[in-house]
C-alpha cells in the first residue's frame, strides 16, 4: 500500500499568491486595464475559493505480488518451477504495471560424469502510464483558478493560458508498453576426475516491445495546430538479441593435509549482441474517440518514421591460478585477452593481468593463543582491467541518410562520426589492501579496504575542423585518479535462548580527480557555464578537480539598501554585475562518507529489523530554493518563502531577491544555493513472525511466517527541498505471507 507523500510542498494559499503577482507587477498599466481581472480575482478568493491542486492527481494505492515454486529431486534429476504475478499500482491516478514470470530449472546427473542443466525463464511486462501528465503541472497551478466552469464542465485553460491538466486527463491519450522477455542457457558440466572438470555454457536471450503513445486531437498541444496535423499516435518497436558462449576448465590439487592446495582455471568465451528499433508517428486524427494508428490521416511531417540498430561482438580468453600454502599463504593471479568490436581496426583486442597476494593470521600459532581471534586476513591486490562502456561505432565512420537531401542521383548522406582506427580501450589501474576478521566466536566482524586506482585513455571527444563535415571524433585523452576507504563492521550485541540483536554499518570515503581532459571538453566546458536556462548549473570537468564538482559565481548575499545581489570575482572584488567567467568550484555533491546500518532484534519467533542509510560531508546545489522560491514565474505558484522571505523595501535583510514579472526563465548560478547534503534516513523497517512448528505442523506445513513492512518512514536533513516534482514521492507500507509445504 502506497500513499503519496506531498509534506515537503508549501506552496502558496490563494490570497498570498494573488498578492505575490501584485507585488511582481502583474496588473501594473498606465490606463488601469489590468485593474478588473485583478479585482475579480480578489472577489473569487474572497468567497473562499482556494483549490488544492496537488491532491487532485493523487491516490492511495495498492500493489500485490504472488510466486508458487515446486521443487523435487529423484532419479539423477532435480527441478524448480516457479511462476510469479506482479499487480504494480502507482500514486499517480491511471499509473500501473501488470508482470507475468515464469522460471524453469532442471539438472540431470548422468552417472558421476556428466550434469547437464537448463534454466529458462519468460517475463511479460505491461505498463500503463498515468493519463494526468507531470505532477508539475499541479505544483504550478494557481490555487485561485477552478478546474470547472460554471456548469461543472472542465476547462481547456486556466489564467495565463495555462494548460488545465485535468482536462488533458480527461481525453482518449494515453501512453502504454509492453514487453516480453526469454533466457534460455544450458549448462553441461563432464568430470574426468573428481579434482578436473570442464563446463561448457551456452546461453540465449531475447527480448520484444511495443511502446503506444497516443495524444488526442482535442488536446491543448494542438490547440492551434491545423487540422490535419491536429493528434498524434507514436508507435515504437524495440528488440534485442543476444548469445554467448563460454567454456572453462578447472583443476584442483591438494598436496597435503595442511591446506596445501593449487587451483587452475582455463576459458574462453563469445558473445554478440544485438538491438533494433523503429518508430513512426501519424498525425491527423479527427476525433478524441479515434485513437487507433489506423485513423491517421497522414504522418507527422515534424517526425518522419525512424530507426536505429546496434550490432557488438566481443571474444576473450583467460586464465587464473591459485596457490595456498599450509592454509596461510595465498598467492592468486589471472590474465585474459579481450577482443570487441567496438574498438578501431588496430585495437581490437588487448590484455589484463591482476595479482594479489593474502595472509591468513589466524592460522599462526601466535594468533590462535590470544584466544579471540576467529579469522585475521590480510589481502592486497594489483589490477589492470578495461571497460568497454560506449556506443558500438565511436571506432568507424557512419553517415545520416535523409530524405531533405534527395536528388537526381539518389539519397544524399552527411557525416554523423569520424572514423578512428586507433580508438583502444579504457584502462583502469588499481590498487587494494583490506583486512577481514572475525572474533570472539564470531560475535565481531570487521573488514577494512583501501583501494587507489587510476584510469588512463578515457574516451573524450576531440574536435575537428568543419571541412570535416563532423564536429568531434572519440580519442584517448582522459585521465583521473580515486582513491578511497571502505569499511564494515557486525556485532551481535546480545546472544540468549529467547534473545538476540545483531548491529552493523558500513560506510565508503571517496575522492576523484580529474588529471587530464582534451581541448574539446574544455570547449564544452565554457558552453555549459553559459547555459543560463536550466534550474542548476550543468556539470564541467576542469583538470585538477573533482568530476562531481559544482561550479557556481560566490556571492556576499543580497544588498539591503538596493535589493541587488553582490557577487565575488576571481580577484576577490564586489560587483553587482554576474559573470560567468567567476564562476569557480563552490561545492562537491560527493559525500565525505556515506553507508548504511542496521539493527534486528529477535526474541522467540518475532524478529524486527531497522535499516538506516547517511550521508553527509557533501553538497547539493537547492534547485527547489533557486527556482521555486527565487526565480519565480510569478504566473504559477510557487513555495510560500517566495512571498515571505524576498527584498521588498530598503533595509530589509532577507535571502531572497525582489520578484520579477520575468522570473523563471533565466538563472544566475551563485554560492548562495549551495548548502550541505546532509541527510540520515530509515531505508526500511520489517516486523515479521514465525509461526511456531508446533502449530503447522498438524496442518501439513513445513514454514509459516508474516511480515509487515515500510520504507522512507522518516528523514532528517540539512536542506530543505521538494521530491517528487514530475512524480509525487510516496511512502509504502508492504504485507506479506510466506506458505512452505
Known sequence: MSFADLSSYDLCNAGQKLELERIAGLYDATDGSLDQSYFDKLAIISGGRDIDWISKPVRNSFSHTHSLSVSGRGSSLDYNITADYQSINGVMKDDGRNRYGMNLYLSYRVQDKLIVTLRADHTSLQTNNSKYGSFSDYISANPYDSPYDERGNLLKQLSYSKRNPLYEASLSSFSKTQTRTQNVSLDVRYNFKPNLYVTAQGTYSTSRGTSDVFVSPESNSFASAPLEQKGSYQLGNLGTDNWSGKIVGNWIHNFDKQGTMFTLNLGWEVKRNKTTSSYLTGSGFLSDDMDDLS?????????????????????????AANFIWKNRYVVDGSYRLSGSSKFGADKRTAPFWSAGLGYNLHNESFIRDLGFVDLLRLRGSYGYTGSVKFDSYQAISTYFYSVNYLHYAGV???????????????????????????LFGDRVNINFDYYRETTDDMLIDVSLPPSSGANSV???????RSNGIEFSLWGKIIQTRDWSWNLSVNGLHSK???????????????????????????????????????????SAGI??????????????????????????????????LQGTFSSLVTWKNLSMNLNFSYRFGGDMYNSTRMAKVENVDPRQNVDIRAFTERWKKPGDRVPYLAISQNGGSTFNYTDRFIEKDNELWLSSITLQYNVPQNWITPLGLQRLYVSAGAEDL?????????????????RSVNLSLSVTF
Open 295 to 319: 485513423y491517421a490521416t497522414t504522418y507527422s511531417t515534424s517526425q518522419l518514421p525512424y530507426g536505429g540498430e546496434d550490432l557488438s561482438t566481443s571474444i576473450g580468453g583467460f586464465a
Open 714 to 730: 522518516f528523514r532528517l536533513t540539512s536542506a530543505k527541498y521538494e521530491r517528487g516534482t514530475n512524480y509525487p514521492f510516496s
Open 412 to 438: 544524399g548522406a552527411i557525416p554523423m562520426g569520424m572514423a578512428n582506427p586507433d580508438l583502444t580501450w579504457q584502462t583502469t589501474k588499481k590498487f587494494n589492501v583490506g583486512l577481514n576478521s572475525s
Open 512 to 554: 576523484t580527480t580529474i588529471l587530464n581532459i582534451s581541448d574539446a571538453l574544455k570547449r564544452k566546458n565554457e558552453n555549459n557555464s553559459q547555459v543560463n536556462d536550466e534550474v542548476a548549473p550543468r556539470l564541467q570537468f576542469r583538470e585538477g578537480e573533482s568530476p562531481t564538482a559544482i561550479y557556481a559565481v560566490r
Open 559 to 592: 544588498d539591503p539598501a538596493s535589493g541587488k545581489e553582490i557577487f565575488i570575482k576571481k580577484d576577490g572584488s564586489y560587483t553587482y554585475e554576474y559573470d560567468t567567467a567567476d564562476q569557480v568550484a563552490c561545492g562537491d555533491t560527493n559525500p565525505t
Open 474 to 480: 572519440k580519442n584517448n585523452f582522459g585521465k583521473q
